[in-house]
């Protein structure tokens, strides 16, 4: 999944005062003062170039002939039992990466809850902390599994490339959960461009390495992935 983490724009101002000390607001993306990054200054996605931010009012366009799907839906899970040989290992596989994108999904909707009406802002920050905390540990869970090699040369690359992503969110989970203030140095601090970067070299992987002959629901689950939380976005060109 992409670093979209717009819920900065949300943060309440006397949030960002208490957590700076100094008295002087961190502009948020309502301010007039706001600015382009992600992290701090959200209307930027800091894909590393000067290209326009994407839209954030409507959901990622899906792929060729297919509706675009929300950044937080559940997909159809598939029938493993139904599947063998290689259809088999790319269903495994797109299954535990699904899990693994349903903890990154959940750690920004966390995020956007906590900071969305905080009895406090040190509430606020110990909210995204113990968030941080738990995603960071579903996420070291499933890498338990996603770091077994599969026996399939393609979806070894696949299986590679997306590891590198988990561990890119991953670290980012731990710097949060260390110190909050983290959230709103994302883009600075380059886990933005790390998670980015990682997002795109897996979901290429994945469009190239996925046989044409795959097993059609199999196909569907990839492509779901792939709508959900890499395509449209303005970085993942897939």
């Known amino acids: ?12 101002v006397t949030v960002l005062v208490a957590a700076d000390g100094s008295g002087a607001p961190e502009p948020t993306a309502a301010s007039p003062d706001a600015t382009d990054d992600r992290a701090g200054e959200p209307e930027r996605d800091d894909r590393g170039s000067d290209e326009p931010a994407p839209d954030d009012d409507g959901p990622a366009d899906g792929g060729p002939g297919r509706a675009p799907l929300d950044p937080d839906a559940e997909l159809d899970p598939l029938d493993l039992a139904l599947l063998d040989g290689v259809d088999l290992v790319y269903g495994r596989l797109l299954t535990d990466i699904d ?13 956007a809850d906590t900071f ?26 499933v890498r338990d599994r996603l770091v077994e090699p599969v ?9 590679e490339l997306y590891v590198d992503h988990l561990d890119s969110w ?14 709103f140095q994302q883009g600075e601090a380059g886990f933005t461009v790390t998670i980015n970067a990682t997002a795109d070299a897996f979901s290429r992987a994945l469009e190239d390495e996925l046989p044409a002959d795959i097993d059609a629901e199999v196909a569907r689950f990839a492509d779901d992935i792939l709508d959900r939380g890499f ?7 897939v």
């Open 1 to 12: 999944m992409l670093a979209l983490l717009a819920v900065v724009v949300a943060v309440p």
């Open 170 to 183: 991953e670290v980012f989970m731990a710097a949060v959960a260390e110190d909050p203030l983290m959230v």
């Open 151 to 159: 026996d399939d040369p393609g979806a070894e690359r696949v299986r």
């Open 116 to 141: 969305s009406d905080p009895d406090s802002p040190e509430a606020a920050l110990e909210g995204a902390s113990e968030i941080a905390a738990d995603s960071q540990a579903a996420l070291l869970a």
């Open 231 to 237: 395509r449209g976005f303005g970085y993942a060109d």
């Open 99 to 111: 899990v693994s994108e349903r903890a990154m999904i959940a750690f920004q909707a966390g995020l």
